[in-house]
């Protein structure tokens, strides 16, 4: 069990630290309410201009998020995990995010650790990512496998008014 503690508004946060590549110590917290200015720089920090573009939209996928996990070096706020789902048949990792002068050290990879061992008894954790050579050696690193491994494919509706804009 990990420690409970509570932070400035009362809410139950669960705190563990890993002592990352370099010896720097970075605080992963469990939180189920973030703030969109806490984490917005780090979607412009990867150019996520579907999220920065529309910061109200952010807003309200950040509060009807299943949990969120940040990674923290001090107050600063350098990654974070979110999930959709119900948690129980079905977990979505909608954005894994890390500043970009903190990968590669081994964030990204404690946020999803934290996340799959909380949620190890849903039936399926999915994602969706861009098919580059580092995603896709990242998330098979973590352990995920493409759907076509199950005799699946993934299917995607998008409203083309909004990419058309």
Request: charged share 25%; hydrophobic share 40%.
């Amino acid at each position: 069990m990990r420690p409970e503690n509570f932070d400035k508004n009362g809410q139950t946060v669960q705190e563990f630290e890993r002592i990352l590549r370099g010896g720097d110590m970075i605080t992963i917290r469990k939180q189920e309410i973030v703030k969109l200015e806490d984490v917005l720089h780090l979607y412009q920090a990867v150019g996520w201009t579907n999220y920065t573009n529309q910061p109200q939209m952010l807003e309200q996928a950040l509060s009807h998020s299943l949990v969120i996990y940040l990674a923290l070096d001090g107050d600063a706020v350098v990654g974070l995990i979110r999930l959709v789902g119900d948690g129980f048949s079905s977990v979505f990792v909608q954005d894994l995010i890390v500043l970009p002068s903190y990968q590669r050290q081994g964030i990204g990879s404690s946020l999803m650790k934290e996340a799959l061992e909380d949620f190890k008894e849903a039936y399926q954790v999915q994602l969706a990512t861009e098919q580059t050579e580092k995603n896709v050696g990242f998330y098979r690193s973590m352990g995920f496998e493409t759907l076509s491994t199950y005799d699946c494919t993934g299917m995607i509706w998008v409203d083309q008014k909004k990419i058309n804009k």
